[in-house]
């Protein structure tokens, strides 16, 4: 039954073909979990709770910062340092108070994916890398319920949603092996514009209200959004699932229990710590500390070259007085020019994993009475141990 004052807030779409008063109470009696409460997550979860949907449930281990508030519109500054499950169930909340939420601060993993995401009609998945993505989709294979799959970065996103009844694949049918970690970056080393997460998000919330009212057509396909093409939309249609796939197949082959699959080897191993990975694993020499590398500037800035790798657009927001820009890509390409200095080298990048690369470069063209120095921890460390008023972004 609808509550009286339901009719006119939600009296918008329920005079809508094929919605109706049904559609409503369809929306009313479902529940629909999102997995991140990000960029993607924040404006699905905004436009599930507005349109009426009964119950939702937000997972998200992290807290809000202040880098979060560009694109992950339920935040807000007073709230930063809070737990991202918790700020978004208080922002959703102002806007439809007999919404039932229930906000996890925990990280999704293979011991609880099965126990967190069973009481719901539909998962969303507004997570940002690969072990997640595949444990959201063998889970969703598992208890066989649709996943609503969106990934944006810099001005571009992927809509697409698996498990469609009655054989939709699931996203390892898809990609059975996942991407080379090299080739996966994230919001902060990439980029992203923050309307187009907006734009996946939204229609990850019209996917699941599409479901749940009956009005999709089940037909499974991806759809590829640039915000700089033309025309931005693309969609390709899918196969069915795949009768070898481990995760949703009905194969020998077939996955046992999810909570004995490692996803985080499975797809490459944990991100490298860049700041002491080069230091256990590089000749000492090769590497300067920030606050040696001060010193340095301070006392014969005159006698140094100081080459930042970033690229340009980076180099354009903040750097260092007397550095020149020599992008890592064109460095690498050509060394030379910048090896007839008799001066000493020292490379320097945001986060300390480029700069190590091109300092190498330099070494094996020229290994003789040459001192290249790599600036351990890049700027993002030189901000925190030598001049707090440098910009982080
Ligand atoms: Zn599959």
């Known amino acids: 039954m609808l509550a009286l004052d339901d009719y006119p807030r939600y009296g918008r779409q329920m005079i809508l073909d094929r919605f109706g008063l049904q559609g409503q109470l369809k929306l009313q009696n479902s529940s629909v979990v999102v997995v991140g409460a990000g960029g993607l997550g924040c404006p699905a979860l905004q436009y599930l709770a507005a349109a009426g949907i009964g119950k939702l449930g937000i997972i998200d281990p992290d807290v809000v910062e202040v880098s979060n508030l560009q694109r992950q519109i339920l935040h807000d500054e007073a709230k930063v340092g809070m737990p991202k499950a ?119 919330a019209l996917e699941a209200i599409k479901i749940i009212t009956g009005l999709h057509d089940k037909k499974p396909s991806l759809l590829l959004f640039s915000a700089l093409g033309s025309p931005p939309f693309r969609s390709i249609k899918l196969r069915s699932r795949k009768a070898t796939c481990p995760a949703c197949g009905n194969s020998d082959e077939k996955f046992g229990e999810i909570n004995k699959i490692d996803y985080v080897q499975f797809c490459g191993g944990p991100t490298p710590d860049w700041e002491s990975r080069g230091l256990s694993l590089g000749n000492p020499d090769h590497r300067i500390s920030v606050r040696d590398f001060g010193r340095v500037c301070e006392e014969k800035r005159e006698a140094i070259t100081i080459i930042d790798v970033r690229p340009p657009v980076e180099f354009g927001i903040c750097a260092l007085p007397g550095s020149i820009n020599v992008p890592l890509r064109e460095l690498t390409a050509n060394p030379h020019p910048y090896l007839s200095t008799p001066r000493e080298i020292y490379v320097v990048c945001r986060l300390g994993n480029d700069s190590q690369i091109a300092a190498s470069s330099l070494r094996e063209v020229r290994t003789e009475d040459i001192k290249v120095k790599d600036v351990i921890g890049g700027l993002r460390a030189w901000t925190r141990h030598v001049d707090p008023t440098f910009p982080v972004y």
């Open 86 to 204: 918790e700020s978004a169930a208080r922002a959703l909340k102002q806007i439809n108070s007999r919404l039932v939420i229930d906000a996890v601060c925990d990280a999704l993993s293979p011991d609880n994916a099965v126990k967190l995401l069973s009481p719901y009609d539909i998962i969303l998945d507004c997570t940002d890398n690969a072990p997640t993505r595949y444990l959201l989709s063998d889970t969703a294979a598992f208890i066989r319920k649709p996943l609503v799959s969106g990934a944006a970065q810099k001005f571009e996103g992927q809509l697409c949603t698996y498990n469609l009844e009655p054989d939709g694949p699931c996203y390892r049918c898809l990609f059975p092996t996942p991407p080379a970690r090299e080739l996966v970056g994230t919001c902060e080393e990439n980029g992203i514009l923050g309307a187009v997460t907006g734009v996946i998000g939204n229609m990850q």
